[in-house]
């Protein structure tokens, strides 16, 4: 009956469809080409998304990926794993490593309090939680921001994520996200967009039902959806940053 669905072993039907749902939100959110899916969509190496059962959930995986893409395995010019990441050694070793005395997670002063949950679960602490202030639309101010890279730069820091904010929960304010984008691309560092307001707004620029729309926040689900470095193609809905060079992931209330 497929009654559990902890693992696939023991819920092959319902995650074969949990998988094809998260390819459709994926494709409607990207638009990757059909080889693409056809070869991550049912491959349990690839992942193109996760269901949530909360806002905590979804930040703290999205940052948990975004930890493990910084600090990730490293193979020499054979292909040969010469460093395991992070996952397995943890986060001492792996900033050893790396050459770092630190690790942070910069955003705004307007993150979700489950950024300040995901920092300290994934053991990177309360402090590393970087809060730059707002401007009078309360959006990031972009060149603190920057300044702020610079410095940890200096410091010898890892930053293992900016989060930009796609409707903050007190305001509705959305965050320069493809400047943004640009800043997390320069410095090469993954950019986690918290969109548990304003994700759901993208689908209304993409050809979807006004009923659909209507399931998907009846449902109130939490999506968080990856994007495929590999992938050559780039295309994405007018809301999300079109370059995802540094890694990208986003949260979003369905």
Not at 173 to 193: E, G, R, S
Not at 211 to 218: E, G, I, M, P, S
């Amino acid at each position: 009956m497929n009654q559990n669905v902890v693992k696939t072993e023991t819920a092959k039907t319902t995650t074969f469809l949990e998988r094809e749902a998260l390819a459709q939100l994926h494709k409607v959110l990207y638009e990757f080409d059909e080889p693409f899916y056809k070869e991550h969509v049912q491959n349990p190496g690839s992942m193109l998304g996760l269901f949530c059962n909360g806002g905590t959930m979804a930040n703290v995986s999205a940052m948990w990926v975004a930890r493990n893409h910084q600090l990730g395995p490293r193979l020499d010019d054979d292909g040969n794993k010469i460093f395991d990441g992070v996952e397995f050694t943890g986060i001492p070793k792996a900033l050893r490593y790396y050459g770092y005395d630190g690790a942070i997670v910069i955003g705004s002063d307007l993150m979700h309090y489950s950024m300040n949950k995901a920092a300290d679960v994934l053991g990177c602490g309360l402090q590393a939680l970087v809060k730059i202030p707002v401007d009078t639309n309360y959006r990031v101010d972009l060149d603190m921001m920057e300044e702020r890279i610079l410095e940890a730069k200096r410091k010898r820091e890892c930053v293992v994520a900016i989060v930009g904010i796609c409707g903050t929960t007190e305001t509705g304010a959305i965050d320069p996200l493809q400047d943004m984008a640009n800043l997390a691309a320069k410095y090469n560092i993954h950019f986690h967009v918290d969109a548990a307001w304003g994700g759901p707004c993208m689908f209304f620029f993409v050809d979807i039902y006004l009923f659909t729309q209507f399931v998907f926040h009846f449902f109130n689900l939490q999506l968080i959806s990856f994007v495929q470095k590999k992938s050559t193609q780039k295309k994405v809905s007018s809301l999300l940053p079109t370059d995802l060079n540094a890694g990208v992931s986003s949260k979003l209330i369905l």
